[in-house]
């Protein structure tokens, strides 16, 4: 299902949306309308996100050991990669 909504525009605006159809960008001014909300609800989801990685970590930060265990884990998965001496 699909609706229909009513957008005003500044003249601006409007030029602007019309140059990315005229450039074959967007096939239409709704499919501008259709990514241009679909990037903003991706970018509030990636937002949303971060801030509720960034208050778990805030409430339960590394320890000295785990990042101490997480620098010998890097460290060792490092060695173990089959480099290729490049020079």
């Known amino acids: 299902m699909t609706s229909q909504i009513a957008v005003k525009l500044s003249d601006e605006l409007l030029e602007a949306v019309d140059r990315l159809v005229s450039s074959h960008r967007f096939?239409?001014?709704s499919d501008i309308v259709?990514?241009?909300l679909q990037r903003m609800i991706a970018d509030d989801a990636t937002e949303t996100l971060d801030r509720a990685f960034a208050d778990g970590f805030a409430r339960h930060?590394?320890?000295d050991a785990d990042l101490r265990r997480a620098t010998t884990?890097?460290?060792e998965s490092i060695e173990d990669e089959p480099?290729?001496?490049w020079w």
Request: proline content about 7%.
């Open 27 to 29: 096939a239409s001014r």
């Open 34 to 36: 259709r990514a241009g």
């Open 73 to 75: 884990l890097a460290i």
């Open 61 to 63: 930060p590394d320890s």
């Open 83 to 85: 480099w290729e001496k």
